[in-house]
């Protein structure tokens, strides 16, 4: 519990590093290289929001990290998202939990206390009226986040679940609609995909009032603190001095031992003098060119290939590749993809990590009976940032058929929150 709990700093830490790389790298005070990595494919319109002055320090007000709890004991961080769903689930099995009498995470109503906080830091004025902006793409989110809305308003936070083609422009100020006609916006939750802003109905409204203070927007439009090859900067040799005078020595060390080692598919030639690194090891075997992936023995290739992000395939598990999942024809094929998708969608490389086993029992509504599974599972802690700290809100806990390679967007699994046992473990 109590590496959870600091963790949510730890993770603000790092977001805050990053912003201030990106910050640098776009002022020429840090590599060139940098700032091409976290540019990478994306149009002239997001990085001008992402360079906005006024917006400098704007971070996420949610940061939600995907945890496997390991063999070994600890926990190993399959990427972050400062955009996440699942919020409005955890919130209310939340509380069919408590009122069975569990002690949870983050304690009674966590989720939705703590996310009326953050929401209420984040906005310009004291009492924000905040609409819950949900695109197309994002359609079957829609359900939690319409209880979430209603949640936050019995919390005194008026607030609305909405399409965006459900805003407007009045007389300088952001409107919304609701079922007796409309009403002010001081805050906008963003929950739409950077990459789908030209499909996005009303967006030039919400980026209007953005940029001349009408409204608050959060997450913030900056879409390289949702690129997975952050942890392939973080574990970057040449930057390796920036990390730690930017997170401190303690923390740094933390993260390392959290953050997977990443490396990203740059289908530039490497020079015969040179070679990966960090060191990247399949099976036994050093891999020094982009070109030994090719050809791995199923057993060498417990690897997973996955986009940054800026993509429709960046999320839900859509573009990952498994190794040691596929045959070593589509293994190949991933692998050339990735190194042709470079300009337009990076694509990032990780060794495969997998949870420990647990056991659970779930109810099956078909046959009205409950049955037991040993599965894999997933911690997705969420933290909500207050007054410049985070609060550790509520754990949503994820468990798959052993057999499965993959959790995140997977179709069978169990869901529940974390509870606090007697000796204050999760």
């Avoid at 303690?250 to 997977?260: C, E, I, K, V």
């Amino acid at each position: 519990m109590d590496e959870l709990e600091r963790l949510g700093n730890d993770l603000l830490a790092f977001y805050m590093a990053a912003n201030r790389l990106y910050t640098s790298a776009a002022r020429g005070r840090a590599p060139a290289w940098v700032l091409t990595c976290l540019e990478q494919g994306k149009p002239e319109r997001v990085r001008e929001l992402g360079r906005l002055r006024r917006y400098r320090s704007a971070l996420p007000v949610m940061i939600r990290p995907d945890l496997m709890a390991l063999d070994g004991g600890g926990f190993m961080a399959t990427e972050l998202d400062a955009v996440p769903g699942g919020f409005g689930v955890l919130g209310a099995i939340s509380r069919a939990y408590q009122d069975l009498g569990f002690t949870l995470v983050g304690g009674d109503d966590g989720m939705v206390r703590g996310l009326a906080a953050a929401l209420r830091g984040a906005a310009s004025v004291d009492d924000p009226s905040v609409a819950l902006v949900v695109a197309d793409e994002s359609e079957d989110y829609r359900p939690e986040m319409d209880w979430a809305a209603t949640a936050l308003r019995e919390a005194g936070l008026p607030t609305r679940q909405i399409h965006p083609r459900d805003l407007r422009l009045q007389d300088e100020a952001l409107e919304m609609r609701n079922c007796h006609g409309w009403e002010p916006v001081n805050l906008v939750y963003r929950f739409l995909e950077l990459h789908d802003l030209p499909n996005i109905p009303k967006i030039d409204l919400v980026i209007y009032a953005m940029k001349h203070r009408l409204a608050t927007v959060t997450a913030p439009f900056k879409s390289y603190l949702e690129e997975k090859l952050l942890f392939y900067l973080f574990h970057h040799p040449e930057l390796d001095e920036f990390w730690r005078g930017a997170l401190g020595k303690d923390t740094q060390a933390r993260l390392q031992r959290m953050l997977p080692p990443t490396w990203l598919l740059d289908p530039q030639p490497i020079p015969p003098t040179a070679a990966v690194d960090p060191p990247l090891m399949a099976g036994k075997r050093r891999i020094r060119h982009w070109d030994d992936l090719r050809g791995l023995s199923q057993r060498e290739r417990r690897l997973v290939l996955k986009p940054s992000g800026f993509s429709e395939l960046a999320w839900g598990s859509r573009g990952v590749t498994i190794g040691h999942d596929v045959n070593q024809d589509v293994w190949n094929q991933a692998v050339d993809n990735a190194l042709a998708s470079f300009e337009t969608t990076p694509y990032i490389l990780q060794q495969f990590h997998q949870s420990r086993r647990v056991r659970v029992s779930y109810y099956d509504v078909e046959f009205d009976a409950v049955h037991p599974m040993t599965g894999r599972a997933r911690l997705s802690p969420y933290y909500m940032v207050v007054d410049g700290t985070t609060r550790l809100c509520g754990v949503l806990v994820t468990v798959v058929p052993a057999a499965n390679k993959v959790i995140h967007g997977t179709s069978e699994s169990v869901m529940m929150p974390a509870m606090v046992s007697n000796d204050a473990e999760i």
